[in-house]
């Protein structure tokens, strides 16, 4: 038991080294979840062209999680345009295989159009344009050769493989605000860090650890459920904005019993956001005199207000 146990937290912690934001087991569960569904209706479907219908999915699927599409919208129209293109792609790769000196002035033409396009209509596509090239080669070896009715069969392949994958990952549970509560969590242990520098007057300081998980909160905000979005959001300017005030307190005299009891607080609440716990207001008396007290005071009381509004819904 004591191995398993053990085995078990080693296992954990390498996770959260290699996946502090739980993105990458998201990718693993939507992909398990396709996975399923394609299964099932390959079962059901039974395609023609199996290689068109499986390797479509494979090769274009994980387009939807690029972290580059930070909403539904951008999501979607990869997702269908990779699989349009990569379908028109293996039609007309697959007809002019037999002619080999014309299909190479296709393929160069079509990329360099493709290239055109992204570049100047839709530049989110360009860092998929090569795989959706070969995906759209991979068939054209396909017998009997430069038929109609197996172009066609293909090409209707990949459209079963859109929209299996299109209706499984719009009926998969939004999983993102798990990223948002592991960046939040982080983000809350960088600020009282950064607290904990300027309490020692520390000389140099960067803000470049809080900054990357502000930047993750920022890039998976548009993901989040509506019902959620207003509080999240008030939560997360609200610790932002206390770290910003910090800067004014590193070259300069402060209260540092203020300051190692606002740590405390900041500490605690990180503390509640691991639990998914409510947490009561800061017991943290700001001078009246000094500004940047009760800003940061403020703020976290807000934070942790809007919190406690979500905590049982993360």
């Not at 023609?48 to 494979?58: E, I």
């Not at 919208?73 to 007309?92: P, T, Y």
């Not at 995906?135 to 109609?148: E, G, H, Q």
């Not at 960046?183 to 990357?212: C, M, P, Q, R, W």
Request: proline share 4%; hydrophobic share 50%.
């Amino acid at each position: 038991m004591n191995i398993l146990s053990q085995t078990n937290h080693n296992v954990a912690c390498w996770l959260e080294k290699v996946d502090p934001y739980y993105t990458q087991r998201i990718i693993l569960r939507k992909g398990l979840y396709l996975a399923v569904w394609l299964t099932a209706f390959n079962w059901l479907a039974q395609p023609d062209v199996f290689n068109a219908y499986a390797l479509s999915a494979l090769l274009l699927a994980p387009f939807y999680e690029n972290p580059s599409l930070n909403t539904y919208k951008q999501k979607d129209l990869a997702l269908v345009s990779a699989f349009v293109i990569s379908g028109i792609g293996c039609v007309i790769f697959y007809l002019l295989y037999p002619f080999k000196f014309t299909l190479l002035f296709f393929s160069l033409a079509y990329l360099s159009g493709l290239f055109f396009f992204c570049d100047h209509f839709y530049p989110k596509f360009k860092p998929f344009i090569l795989q959706t090239i070969v995906f759209s080669a991979l068939n054209m070896t396909i017998k009997p050769a430069a038929s109609l009715q197996v172009a066609l069969d293909m090409f209707f392949c990949v459209m079963l493989s859109l929209m299996v994958t299109f209706t499984g990952y719009k009926l998969h549970p939004n999983l993102y605000p798990k990223v948002w509560h592991r960046a939040f969590a982080h983000y809350l242990a960088a600020v009282s860090e950064e607290i904990g520098h300027a309490i020692n007057k520390f000389d140099t300081h960067n803000f470049i650890k809080g900054a990357s998980h502000l930047n993750a909160l920022r890039a998976y905000r548009r993901l989040l459920p509506r019902k959620l979005l207003l509080n999240i959001m008030k939560t997360t300017v609200g610790i932002r904005n206390v770290q910003f005030a910090i800067n004014h307190i590193y070259l300069k005299d402060k209260d540092e019993q203020f300051w190692y009891k606002f740590q405390k607080e900041i500490d605690a609440f990180r503390l509640a956001v691991i639990a998914k716990q409510e947490i009561a207001m800061p017991f943290v008396d700001a001078n009246e005199t000094e500004p940047t007290q009760a800003y940061v005071v403020k703020y976290l009381c807000r934070s942790i207000i809007n919190w406690n509004k979500i905590c049982r819904k993360i």
